[in-house]
């Protein structure tokens, strides 16, 4: 009873406020205009209006220079030529494929089972944590230059393989079968650290209490993790679910340093870049493209994020 | 891509051979060093934005050089230097963005293609009073396709096969010996059996083995057919694109298996640092050469003959210079002031000055005492025509996207080369109209 009244004289000085939420002020009209109109207006303009210019110029040939006048209709005609004449579409299409299974079956995992050893309190954990994050410091660019130093042909891999001629030496880079390996390599000792700092910082938002409720029922670290911890992670999960498959299609720097995407290192995003920018451009191609690239991050990350909101709900 | 050091050179002018004809004319070596200008209002420090691509250091000292000699004649000279292949890469939007007066640009289609989409200012009038100092192959390369002058020719460099002296000293090939195909072939030969990589190749950047196509090309099938070829009035799937190819393979025996781990300049570390033999390279291939015992070990000879018909009448010599964008009209007498500035012997005496291996395009600057510089000279001199480079007579999104990597997949895979032939002609007729 005495809580009832409690809850009473709580509601009766809650309930002005209440009506007001759902009756906004002016002022409150402006503050949200100002918070979510202002944003949604940016975004439509510098990310909608662009991304659908860009699909509309997919059907075009457009050399990039001149105005309106100079664009010209070409119906599906970018899109089945890159279907059938360009070679390094296929290549590009199989690389980003590859970089994407790669991503989610190595460094994504390892970045997981880092974060759960890490999130154990081991000794000089946060130096670990330091050294894991650390590449991701460094932007794609940089990393590029630096392993380019120690995989070319008289780089630091060759010398200590002790075989640094021209002739012989292993080519890293060169050889379209070896080069992807490597450069899945890189990007996934750069992903690692990602995904662990993601994970951890979940983690460290994971009640204690469930922890020590699984402790007294006799749960194992690693049960615990496994049944209790990771399924209250799904937050976690999405994000880092969303960001492997978007850093997969997106990748870009690190080959454009290496040898500007060619030779076995042919990517969606380099190909977009080769055919947009330079003194003639094929913006039309390139546009094509980018909007199948485009189709295809947005697509399943549509699709996912519907099915885990929709099971939320 | 295609690189744009000034290394080379030095020298002489005559050059440009097709031109050789009358051109000539006197002209006193920098008659207009009082910073003449076009009618500038010869106010005190005539104001004009330079955009340029020469961001190598070697290259940023020229451009220093020859901005302090232009100050010196009155000028204020705002240099904006960005990334030699962040310049390339942006070019198009640059041009029609709010660019620079005057800018770095290449002779040949390059040229032609921004005047004729008016993105470039028309300097025929600057022409009419520097053309004396050019020979007549300068003028028609400075030429857009309406018959009026676009660019101003500052420096160039050829193409040919670089060599250090000692190495074919040791070996006991004398390079004046190599004339044919077959007498090539046989120094690659000698070259092998002592342990050395005959011809370095690096094609990394996918732009650096389009010079040795364009000889290849030329020396196989002419010049007249290379420039239809360039031009789309031939095509790639023509049996004597295959030619050329068949011939190029005849050479992979010889030449490094790794070529595209390789870029320009790592091959050309092989031949200075005598691993290699030869280079097939531009004259910057020089610039690497820090030591001045090595450079002067350094020398060149044409790319041999493979079809009698054709002899060694054609070379790939591109030529680097200026344009004034469409921006400079605002500025139009600063900017034509400087156009002239830069076609001057001034302009080319502060480079000189820095840069002592460079190759001039105007007709007044005496002769190099550098036997290097010489034998370029001498090398365009006999030569009948003259090409710029692939990706300078050809478009230049067939060029960079298409034929680029075309030729890695040659290297890689010489086998293709029927397929790879077959791809570029159905690409070519894909694209766009230009």
Same mark, same amino acid.
């Given at each position: 009873?005495?809580?009832?009244?409690?809850?009473?004289?709580? !509601?009766?000085?809650?309930?002005?406020?209440?009506?007001?939420?759902?009756?906004?002020?002016?002022?409150?009209?402006?503050?949200?205009?100002?918070?979510?109109?202002?944003?949604?207006?940016?975004?439509?303009?510098? @990310?909608?209006?662009?991304?659908?210019?860009?699909?509309?110029?997919?059907?075009?040939?457009?050399?990039?220079?001149?105005?309106?006048?100079?664009?010209?209709?070409?119906?599906?005609?970018?899109?089945?030529?890159?279907?059938?004449?360009?070679?390094?579409?296929?290549?590009?299409?199989?690389?980003?494929?590859?970089?994407?299974?790669?991503?989610?079956? /190595?460094?994504?995992?390892?970045?997981?089972?880092?974060?759960?050893?890490?999130?154990?309190?081991?000794?000089?954990?946060?130096?670990?944590?330091? !050294?894991?994050?650390?590449?991701?410091?460094?932007?794609?660019?940089?990393?590029?230059?630096?392993?380019?130093?120690?995989?070319?042909?008289?780089?630091?891999?060759?010398?200590?393989?002790?075989?640094?001629? @021209?002739?012989?030496?292993?080519?890293?880079?060169?050889?379209?079968?070896?080069?992807?390996?490597?450069?899945?390599?890189?990007?996934?000792?750069?992903?690692?650290?990602?995904?662990?700092?993601?994970?951890?910082?979940?983690?460290?938002?994971?009640?204690?209490?469930?922890?020590?409720?699984?402790? /007294?029922?006799?749960?194992?670290?690693?049960?615990?993790?496994?049944?209790?911890?990771?399924?209250?992670?799904?937050?976690?999960?999405? /994000?880092?679910? @969303?960001?492997?498959?978007?850093?997969?299609?997106?990748?870009?720097?690190?080959?454009?340093?290496?040898?500007?995407?060619?030779?076995?290192?042919?990517?969606?995003? @380099?190909?977009?870049?080769?055919?947009?920018?330079?003194?003639?451009?094929?913006?039309?191609?390139?546009?094509?493209? !980018?909007?199948?690239?485009?189709?295809?991050?947005?697509?399943?990350?549509?699709?996912?994020?519907?099915?885990?909101?929709?099971?939320?709900? | 891509?295609?690189?744009?050091?000034?290394?080379?050179?030095?020298?002489?002018?005559?050059?440009?051979?097709?031109?050789?004809?009358?051109?000539?004319?006197?002209?006193?070596?920098?008659?207009?060093?009082?910073?003449?200008?076009?009618?500038?209002?010869?106010?005190?420090?005539?104001?004009?934005?330079?955009?340029?691509?020469?961001?190598?250091?070697?290259?940023?000292?020229?451009?220093?050089?020859?901005?302090?000699?232009?100050?010196?004649?009155?000028?204020?000279? =705002?240099?904006?230097?960005?990334?030699?292949?962040?310049?390339?890469?942006?070019?198009?939007? #640059?041009?029609?963005?709010?660019?620079?007066?005057?800018?770095?640009?290449?002779?040949? #289609?390059?040229?032609?293609?921004?005047?004729?989409?008016?993105?470039?200012?028309? &300097?025929?009038?600057?022409?009419?009073?520097?053309?004396?100092?050019?020979?007549?192959? #300068?003028?028609?390369?400075?030429?857009?396709?309406?018959?009026?002058?676009?660019?101003?020719?500052?420096?160039?460099?050829?193409?040919?096969?670089?060599?250090?002296?000692?190495?074919?000293?040791?070996?006991?090939?004398?390079?004046?010996?190599?004339?044919?195909?077959?007498?090539?072939?046989?120094?690659?030969?000698?070259?092998?059996?002592?342990?050395?990589?005959?011809?370095?190749?690096?094609?990394?950047?996918?732009?650096?083995?389009?010079?040795?196509?364009?000889?290849?090309?030329?020396?196989?099938?002419?010049?007249?057919?290379?420039?239809?070829?360039?031009?789309?009035?031939?095509?790639?799937?023509?049996?004597?694109?295959?030619?050329?190819?068949?011939?190029?393979?005849?050479?992979?025996? #010889?030449?490094?298996?790794?070529?595209?781990?390789?870029?320009?300049?790592?091959?050309?570390?092989?031949? $200075?640092?005598? =691993?290699?033999?030869?280079?097939?390279?531009?004259?910057?291939?020089?610039?690497?050469?820090?030591?001045?015992?090595?450079?002067?070990? $350094?020398?060149?000879?044409?790319?041999?003959?493979?079809?009698?018909?054709?002899?060694?009448?054609?070379?790939?010599?591109?030529?680097?210079?200026?344009?004034?964008? =469409?921006?400079?009209?605002?500025?139009?007498?600063?900017?034509?002031?400087?156009?002239?500035? &830069?076609?001057?012997?001034?302009?080319?005496?502060?480079?000189?000055?820095?840069?002592?291996?460079?190759?001039?395009?105007?007709?007044?600057?005496?002769?190099?005492?550098?036997?290097?510089?010489?034998?370029?000279?001498?090398?365009?001199?006999?030569?009948?025509? &003259?090409?710029?480079?692939?990706?300078?007579?050809?478009?230049?999104?067939?060029?960079?996207?298409?034929?680029?990597?075309?030729?890695?997949?040659?290297?890689?895979?010489?086998?293709?080369?029927?397929?790879?032939?077959?791809?570029?002609?159905?690409?070519?007729?894909? $694209?766009?109209?230009?």
């Amino acid at each position: 009873m005495s809580s009832t009244g409690t809850e009473l004289t709580a !509601a009766g000085a809650k309930a002005p406020r209440r009506r007001r939420r759902s009756n906004f002020t002016k002022k409150d009209r402006t503050v949200l205009f100002g918070l979510v109109g202002i944003p949604t207006i940016l975004h439509v303009l510098f @990310v909608w209006i662009p991304a659908i210019l860009t699909v509309l110029l997919s059907f075009t040939f457009w050399n990039g220079i001149g105005g309106i006048k100079e664009i010209h209709w070409a119906g599906f005609q970018n899109y089945t030529q890159i279907f059938s004449l360009y070679e390094a579409f296929p290549k590009a299409l199989r690389n980003n494929a590859l970089w994407l299974g790669f991503f989610a079956l /190595i460094p994504t995992p390892l970045g997981i089972l880092l974060a759960y050893f890490i999130d154990k309190n081991l000794k000089g954990s946060k130096f670990y944590q330091t !050294a894991f994050y650390l590449p991701m410091v460094l932007s794609l660019a940089v990393t590029g230059i630096v392993w380019d130093y120690i995989f070319r042909t008289n780089g630091l891999v060759n010398s200590l393989m002790g075989d640094t001629s @021209v002739e012989s030496a292993t080519s890293w880079f060169g050889d379209p079968n070896k080069n992807i390996w490597v450069v899945l390599g890189i990007a996934s000792w750069r992903h690692i650290g990602y995904v662990m700092l993601l994970y951890l910082a979940g983690m460290k938002a994971v009640d204690p209490s469930l922890h020590e409720a699984a402790g /007294i029922d006799g749960a194992s670290d690693w049960y615990t993790f496994r049944k209790v911890v990771f399924p209250s992670l799904r937050p976690v999960n999405v /994000i880092i679910i @969303v960001v492997t498959v978007i850093d997969s299609l997106r990748a870009f720097d690190l080959v454009f340093i290496i040898n500007r995407g060619r030779n076995g290192l042919e990517l969606l995003g @380099v190909l977009v870049y080769e055919n947009i920018f330079g003194e003639s451009s094929r913006i039309g191609w390139g546009a094509a493209l !980018a909007t199948m690239l485009f189709l295809m991050s947005i697509i399943p990350i549509m699709v996912y994020l519907y099915q885990t909101f929709k099971a939320e709900e | 891509m295609s690189e744009q050091t000034l290394n080379g050179d030095v020298s002489r002018r005559s050059v440009l051979k097709g031109a050789a004809a009358g051109a000539g004319v006197v002209a006193a070596g920098g008659f207009l060093s009082a910073g003449a200008g076009a009618g500038a209002a010869s106010a005190a420090g005539k104001t004009v934005s330079v955009g340029s691509n020469q961001s190598d250091p070697a290259a940023r000292k020229s451009d220093t050089a020859w901005v302090a000699a232009a100050t010196k004649a009155g000028f204020d000279v =705002k240099l904006n230097t960005v990334d030699h292949n962040t310049f390339q890469n942006q070019i198009n939007s #640059y041009l029609q963005g709010t660019p620079d007066d005057v800018f770095t640009w290449f002779a040949g #289609y390059r040229m032609q293609f921004f005047a004729s989409k008016g993105l470039s200012t028309d &300097i025929s009038d600057v022409w009419s009073k520097i053309g004396k100092d050019f020979t007549k192959g #300068y003028k028609t390369a400075s030429t857009g396709l309406d018959g009026k002058q676009y660019f101003v020719p500052t420096t160039w460099y050829p193409w040919a096969v670089m060599y250090r002296k000692s190495v074919f000293k040791a070996a006991g090939v004398d390079p004046a010996s190599i004339v044919t195909w077959a007498d090539f072939i046989n120094a690659c030969k000698v070259f092998k059996s002592k342990g050395l990589t005959p011809v370095a190749l690096g094609d990394k950047g996918g732009w650096e083995a389009m010079g040795t196509f364009d000889l290849f090309n030329m020396r196989t099938n002419g010049y007249k057919f290379h420039v239809d070829l360039m031009g789309g009035r031939a095509s790639w799937g023509d049996a004597r694109v295959q030619k050329t190819f068949t011939n190029w393979q005849s050479m992979f025996p #010889y030449q490094n298996s790794n070529t595209l781990d390789l870029e320009w300049s790592d091959a050309a570390q092989l031949v $200075l640092q005598k =691993k290699a033999a030869m280079q097939i390279m531009g004259a910057f291939h020089a610039s690497i050469y820090t030591d001045a015992a090595d450079l002067a070990d $350094l020398a060149l000879f044409p790319f041999p003959e493979i079809n009698k018909a054709n002899r060694r009448n054609a070379v790939d010599a591109p030529i680097d210079g200026y344009m004034l964008s =469409k921006g400079a009209s605002k500025n139009l007498a600063n900017a034509k002031a400087l156009a002239t500035f &830069i076609a001057s012997t001034d302009y080319a005496n502060a480079v000189l000055s820095v840069a002592p291996t460079a190759l001039f395009a105007n007709s007044n600057m005496p002769a190099s005492d550098n036997a290097f510089v010489r034998q370029q000279v001498e090398l365009v001199k006999s030569s009948k025509y &003259i090409a710029q480079f692939l990706d300078r007579d050809t478009r230049p999104d067939f060029a960079g996207p298409i034929v680029g990597p075309a030729i890695q997949s040659f290297l890689k895979n010489p086998s293709d080369k029927a397929k790879i032939a077959a791809n570029l002609a159905k690409q070519w007729d894909a $694209l766009p109209p230009a």
